[in-house]
C-alpha cells in the first residue's frame, strides 16, 4: 500500500505551491502496528516512491532524545552598518520611522559600526558636520581622514535605541604615538563621552590589522594590536564599561593559502591575556566584482566556510581557550557585494546555510555585512527590504538559539538542512517544538521524510511548512507558500501563513527553494523553554 498519495510532479512548480499538499491517512487504529513497523516502512514507501517517481526521498534522522549540541548567543543573526557610511552622515537614515523598523523587525541584535573607515575616523564632540561624498555611495576604498562629532554619535545611539538593537563601535586604532603605541585619547574621548550620555554598548579596537600593511602601508603586529586591547580594556573598566564587551581581533584572510588570519589571531589571542570575549574574524564566500550567478549555487562556495571554521579553531587552538567565535563582519561577497545578486533571492541561499552551519560549528554571533549600503545590503537604497531581509526575519521568527542536530545522508551537497528548537513566541500554545530549515540548491525537486517523527503518531504532532522560492534566482521579489512577502502599508510584518502536513507525509522542496518547517510536539524535552 502506499501512503502517499496525489503526488504528481507537474505540482511540484514554483506556480502552485498551494497545492503541494499530499495527503497522509494513517489511521490512528493502525497506530501501535505502524509504530513497530515505522522503518520498514518508511524504507519501503521510499523505496517504492523511489521506483515510481525516479527521484530520491532523503531520509533524515532526527533524535528526539537529545539535548541541545550548541547555545548561540540570542543575538546570534546581527547586522552591520559600514564606518564609511559615517563619512556623509545626513544621507545614512537613521532618524527615518521606515528604517528603524526595518531593524526593529530584527532585535534582538548587534548592530555594529566598522569596518575599514573605523581605523579612518576621528571623534570632535564639538566639530561641525562637515559631510563629503555622494548620497548612498559606498566607497570601501576611500581611507581618508575623516571626523564626526557628538551629535553624530547620538543620533546613530538613538538609532540603535529605538530599533532596540545593542550597538558596537569600532574604534580607530591607527591614531598611535611617535613610538608607535596606540594613542587612546580620542578612544578616551568618546568613551567618556558616551557615558556622560547614558549610553550603553560594547567595543572594537580595528579592522582587519592583518591587513593594515596592504591598506594603510603601516603594520601594527599581533603582539602590538594585543596590548593595545588590553589597554583598551583597562580603560573601559575604569570608565564604568566593566561589563560591556570588547571583542577582536577582526582579521580577515581566515582560510586563505597560507592562513594569514589565523596567524595573526593565534599569535594575538596568546599575548591578549583574556582581553576579548568573543574571537572575531571576517568572512566573504566570493569577490563581488567578477562573481557569477553559478558561484552563488556551486556547492564548492558552500563548503568553504567550514573549511575556514575548521582551520580558525584548529590554528588559533581555540578549543582550549574556552572562548567562541563571531562572524563580525560576514556577506557572500567582498567589495560591496555582487551586482544583481547579492541583493536578489539567489543570495538567500548562502546567508541561510551560513546562519545553519556556524550555529551547528557554535559560533556565537553572525554580523551581516550589511544592513545598508552597498549589493548585500539587506535593506535597498529605496528603503524596500531585499530577499535577504526576509529570510533574516523568518529566521528570527522560528529558529533559537538552541542548535540541535539533524542526521542527514547528504549534508553537504546540495540539500542543506539544520534543526534548532523553535522559539517559544512561535509556538502557538504548544510547550515545544522544533524548527528543521535548510535549502535545496538543485535543478531538481528534494524529497524529504523525517524518521523520528513516526514515533509521535501517538502524540499530537503539527508540522507547519514555510517554502521560500522566487520566480527567478536574480529577483528582489520571494515567495512564500507562493505569495509574495510584502510588508504591510503600517510597516508590520504581514502574517506568514504555513502549510500544514502530517508526520508521515513526504515533503517536497522545490528546485532552488528555502525550507523553514516547524514541528510542534513535546518531543524533544531539551526543547522546553
Ligand atoms: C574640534 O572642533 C572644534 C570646532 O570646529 C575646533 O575648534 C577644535 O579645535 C577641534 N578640536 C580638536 C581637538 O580637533
Ligand atoms: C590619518 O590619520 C592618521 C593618524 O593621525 C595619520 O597617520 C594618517 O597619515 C592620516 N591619513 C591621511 C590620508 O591623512
Ligand atoms: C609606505 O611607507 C613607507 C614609510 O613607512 C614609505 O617609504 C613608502 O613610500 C610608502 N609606500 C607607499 C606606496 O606609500
Ligand atoms: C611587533 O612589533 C613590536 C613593536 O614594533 C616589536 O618590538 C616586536 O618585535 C614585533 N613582534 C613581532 C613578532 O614581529
Ligand atoms: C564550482 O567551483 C569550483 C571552484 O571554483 C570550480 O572548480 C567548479 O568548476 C565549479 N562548478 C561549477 C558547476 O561551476
Ligand atoms: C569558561 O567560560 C565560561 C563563561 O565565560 C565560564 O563560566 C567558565 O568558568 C570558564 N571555564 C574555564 C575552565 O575557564
Ligand atoms: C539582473 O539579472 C537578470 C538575469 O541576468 C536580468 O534579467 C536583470 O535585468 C538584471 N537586473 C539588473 C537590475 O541588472
Ligand atoms: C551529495 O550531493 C552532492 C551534490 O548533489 C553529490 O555530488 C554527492 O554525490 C552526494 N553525496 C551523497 C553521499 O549522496
Known amino acids: 500500500?502506499?501512503?502517499?498519495?496525489?503526488?504528481?510532479?507537474?505540482?511540484?512548480?514554483?506556480?502552485?505551491?498551494?497545492?503541494?499538499?499530499?495527503?497522509?491517512?494513517?489511521?490512528?487504529?493502525?497506530?501501535?502496528?505502524?509504530?513497530?513497523?515505522?522503518?520498514?516502512?518508511?524504507?519501503?514507501?521510499?523505496?517504492?516512491?523511489?521506483?515510481?517517481?525516479?527521484?530520491?526521498?532523503?531520509?533524515?534522522?532526527?533524535?528526539?532524545?537529545?539535548?541541545?549540541?550548541?547555545?548561540?548567543?540570542?543575538?546570534?543573526?546581527?547586522?552591520?552598518?559600514?564606518?564609511?557610511?559615517?563619512?556623509?552622515?545626513?544621507?545614512?537614515?537613521?532618524?527615518?520611522?521606515?528604517?528603524?523598523?526595518?531593524?526593529?523587525?530584527?532585535?534582538?541584535?548587534?548592530?555594529?559600526?566598522?569596518?575599514?573607515?573605523?581605523?579612518?575616523?576621528?571623534?570632535?564632540?564639538?566639530?561641525?558636520?562637515?559631510?563629503?561624498?555622494?548620497?548612498?555611495?559606498?566607497?570601501?576604498?576611500?581611507?581618508?581622514?575623516?571626523?564626526?562629532?557628538?551629535?553624530?554619535?547620538?543620533?546613530?545611539?538613538?538609532?540603535?535605541?529605538?530599533?532596540?538593537?545593542?550597538?558596537?563601535?569600532?574604534?580607530?586604532?591607527?591614531?598611535?604615538?611617535?613610538?608607535?603605541?596606540?594613542?587612546?585619547?580620542?578612544?578616551?574621548?568618546?568613551?567618556?563621552?558616551?557615558?556622560?550620555?547614558?549610553?550603553?554598548?560594547?567595543?572594537?579596537?580595528?579592522?582587519?590589522?592583518?591587513?593594515?600593511?596592504?591598506?594603510?602601508?603601516?603594520?601594527?603586529?599581533?603582539?602590538?594590536?594585543?596590548?593595545?586591547?588590553?589597554?583598551?580594556?583597562?580603560?573601559?573598566?575604569?570608565?564604568?564599561?566593566?561589563?560591556?564587551?570588547?571583542?577582536?581581533?577582526?582579521?580577515?584572510?581566515?582560510?586563505?593559502?597560507?592562513?594569514?588570519?589565523?596567524?595573526?589571531?593565534?599569535?594575538?589571542?596568546?599575548?591578549?591575556?583574556?582581553?576579548?570575549?568573543?574571537?572575531?574574524?571576517?568572512?566573504?564566500?566570493?569577490?563581488?566584482?567578477?562573481a557569477s550567478l553559478e558561484d552563488f549555487l556551486n556547492v564548492t562556495t558552500f563548503d568553504y566556510l567550514p573549511s575556514q571554521i575548521k582551520s580558525m579553531i584548529e590554528i588559533t587552538g581555540l578549543r582550549d581557550r574556552n572562548k567562541s567565535m563571531w562572524l563580525s563582519e560576514t556577506s557572500s561577497a567582498y567589495g560591496g557585494g555582487a551586482a544583481n545578486l547579492s541583493d536578489t533571492f539567489v543570495a538567500g541561499f548562502l546567508w541561510l546555510d551560513k546562519l545553519g552551519y556556524s550555529a551547528s560549528a557554535g559560533l556565537n554571533v553572525v554580523t551581516r555585512q550589511s544592513f545598508f549600503g552597498g549589493y548585500y545590503a539587506l535593506v535597498g537604497p529605496d528603503l524596500e527590504p531585499n530577499p535577504d531581509w526576509w529570510v533574516s526575519v523568518i529566521y528570527k521568527r522560528f529558529v533559537s538559539e538552541k542548535v540541535l542536530t539533524l542526521v542527514t545522508p547528504n549534508n553537504s551537497g546540495k540539500l542543506r538542512l539544520y534543526v534548532h528548537c523553535t522559539p517559544k513566541a512561535a509556538l502557538m500554545g504548544h510547550p515545544s517544538g522544533v524548527t528543521i530549515y535548510g535549502m535545496n540548491i538543485d535543478s531538481i525537486p528534494a524529497h524529504i521524510l523525517i524518521d523520528g517523527l513516526l514515533s509521535m503518531q501517538d502524540r499530537p504532532v503539527q508540522i507547519f511548512v514555510y517554502l521560500l522560492t522566487s520566480d527567478q534566482l536574480q529577483s528582489r521579489e520571494i515567495k512564500m507558500n507562493g505569495e509574495t512577502l510584502k510588508l504591510c502599508q503600517n510597516g508590520d510584518l504581514p502574517p506568514f501563513r504555513p502549510i500544514v502536513v502530517e508526520p508521515m507525509q513526504i515533503i517536497t522542496l522545490p528546485p532552488y527553494s528555502m525550507l523553514f518547517m516547524v514541528v510542534q510536539a513535546d518531543l524533544v524535552p531539551s526543547c522546553l523553554p
Not at 520498514?40 to 517504492?48: C, D, E, G, K, R
Not at 517517481?53 to 546570534?76: A, G, M, W
Open 1 to 290: 500500500m502506499n501512503y502517499f498519495v496525489g503526488y504528481q510532479r507537474s505540482k511540484y512548480q514554483y506556480q502552485n505551491l498551494s497545492d503541494i499538499r499530499t495527503h497522509t491517512t494513517l489511521r490512528s487504529v493502525l497506530g501501535v502496528v505502524i509504530l513497530g513497523l515505522s522503518l520498514t516502512l518508511l524504507v519501503f514507501t521510499a523505496w517504492h516512491f523511489n521506483k515510481e517517481q525516479e527521484d530520491n526521498v532523503c531520509v533524515l534522522y532526527f533524535n528526539s532524545r537529545q539535548s541541545p549540541i550548541h547555545v548561540t548567543s540570542k543575538k546570534f543573526l546581527s547586522f552591520g552598518l559600514d564606518s564609511s557610511l559615517l563619512r556623509n552622515m545626513q544621507h545614512l537614515p537613521v532618524f527615518v520611522e521606515r528604517f528603524i523598523d526595518l531593524a526593529r523587525h530584527l532585535s534582538p541584535a548587534y548592530v555594529r559600526l566598522g569596518g575599514t573607515s573605523a581605523d579612518c575616523l576621528y571623534f570632535n564632540k564639538t566639530a561641525l558636520g562637515i559631510y563629503e561624498g555622494i548620497a548612498g555611495s559606498l566607497n570601501s576604498n576611500d581611507i581618508t581622514n575623516f571626523t564626526i562629532n557628538g551629535g553624530d554619535l547620538i543620533r546613530l545611539y538613538r538609532f540603535a535605541t529605538k530599533a532596540r538593537l545593542r550597538m558596537i563601535f569600532d574604534l580607530n586604532v591607527l591614531l598611535r604615538n611617535p613610538d608607535g603605541s596606540w594613542d587612546d585619547g580620542n578612544a578616551q574621548d568618546i568613551i567618556r563621552f558616551a557615558k556622560e550620555h547614558g549610553m550603553d554598548l560594547d567595543w572594537q579596537l580595528g579592522n582587519e590589522p592583518n591587513s593594515f600593511h596592504y591598506v594603510f602601508n603601516y603594520t601594527v603586529n599581533a603582539t602590538e594590536l594585543a596590548r593595545d586591547y588590553r589597554r583598551l580594556r583597562r580603560l573601559l573598566d575604569k570608565a564604568g564599561y566593566s561589563r560591556s564587551l570588547l571583542v577582536g581581533p577582526e582579521v580577515n584572510h581566515v582560510g586563505d593559502e597560507n592562513h594569514k588570519g589565523e596567524w595573526y589571531a593565534k599569535e594575538f589571542l596568546d599575548a591578549s591575556r583574556n582581553s576579548v570575549d568573543y574571537v572575531t574574524w571576517h568572512q566573504y564566500y566570493l569577490n563581488g566584482h567578477i
